[in-house]
């Protein structure tokens, strides 16, 4: 069964790598959606959905993941139809001035008709407020669900394991 991660980019790249990264407080200026059945490696080349500003808007791109430039994060807890989600985006144009906005200004605003990358992904994610994370926002809430995720499964597994029952019974 295909699972979810998200790719972070940390590599140089241009002005708007900086802008976003000035404005967001955090080494990450873009992130990608990826669907694989195991853990992409760094250093391939691997299908990837995201808003891109460089490609226009919503899209589907091959992407060689070089590990001086990418983080790859396990998302276990995804809901769903998480990939489908933001596949219904596709096409959808590029939305660069609300990021800044929202996070160097503090506006907290916007537009379900344009998008920008981690916005997406949170929106595919079911994360509230889509629109207030940034891709090093993103990254802290996927490290927060992840913890709370996998807290959660052990305590299942140990309460498996000493026979408790829930409170309903």
């Keep these: 069964m295909a699972r979810c991660y998200v790719a972070f980019y940390r590599g140089r790249g241009d002005w708007a790598d900086r802008i976003v990264r000035f404005a967001t407080r955090s080494a ?34 091959r992407i060689e993941l070089d590990a001086a430039k990418w983080c790859i994060y396990d998302v276990a807890w995804a809901p769903d139809g998480t990939w489908d989600r933001a596949m219904e985006k596709l096409g959808a144009p590029y939305e660069l001035w609300s990021l800044v906005t929202t996070h160097l200004l503090n506006f907290r605003r916007g537009n379900r008709e344009r998008w920008f990358c981690s916005e997406l992904i949170a929106y595919a994610l079911r994360l509230d407020m889509p629109h207030a994370y940034s891709p090093g926002d993103l990254l802290r809430a ?8 996998h807290a959660a499964r052990r305590a299942a597994r140990a309460d498996l394991r000493s026979g408790a029952r829930g409170p309903d019974a």
């Design 142 to 149: 996927i490290r927060d669900h992840t913890d709370t995720y």
């Design 28 to 61: 990450y200026s873009h992130c990608e959606l990826i669907r694989s059945e195991r853990r992409p490696k760094l250093g391939t080349g691997v299908e990837c959905l995201s808003a891109s500003r460089r490609d226009g808007g919503v899209r589907l791109k």
